[in-house]
């Protein structure tokens, strides 16, 4: 595999994705991506239309949050799955629509705490590319056995893009 920082992302178009999870407002300075987890994985099982073993973590940002970037700003952050539809709702826990659109996805090795690849991918794959942030949800995929801390982590990251226009 390259060298994470020479990451060249897939430029996939998907049709939308139900999900059912746990949200949180918080910020970058003040991340509790971790507690999240914590309250959905002893939960995982009362969802019982999963799609996949896979899990979800999906970051909805105010349309303005990258031209206006502040670590303290807050956005929502979700611990989730997907799921064929949303016909049972597990208390406390609530439904998400995804919506259709275009993705850079990029498939990352490394541990999940290394702000790195996310340099990599707003200071130096997005200026060139071609394309813009678009105002959509960004989520990562992770593995079942996923562990953020392990080294050879593998997840997909997706940002949302639209071409840049001339």
């Known amino acids: ?31 509790m991506a971790l507690d999240l987890w914590r309250k959905l994985m002893p939960r995982r099982n009362e969802i019982k239309n999963r799609t996949t073993t896979d899990y979800i973590s999906l970051s909805v940002y105010p349309n303005d949050y990258f031209t206006q970037f502040d670590l303290a700003r807050t956005f929502e952050k979700w611990a ?23 993705y850079a ?37 992770l593995g079942e056995n996923y562990n953020a801390a392990d080294p050879n982590a593998e997840e997909e990251i997706w940002i949302p893009i639209k071409p840049l226009l001339m």
């Open 105 to 141: 996805v990029f498939h990352y090795k490394g541990p999940g705490n290394d702000p790195a690849i996310f340099s990599h991918i707003f200071g130096i794959w997005l200026p060139d590319s071609g394309y813009v942030i678009d105002d959509r949800p960004h989520f990562e995929i």
């Open 1 to 31: 595999m390259k060298n994470n920082l020479e990451i060249i992302p897939e430029i996939k178009t998907i049709s939308g994705k139900k999900l059912m999870g746990l949200p949180l407002s918080m910020s970058l300075a003040d991340n």
């Open 80 to 102: 989730a799955v997907e799921v064929t539809d949303f016909n049972i709702v597990p208390d406390g826990m609530e439904p998400f629509e995804l919506a259709a659109g275009l």
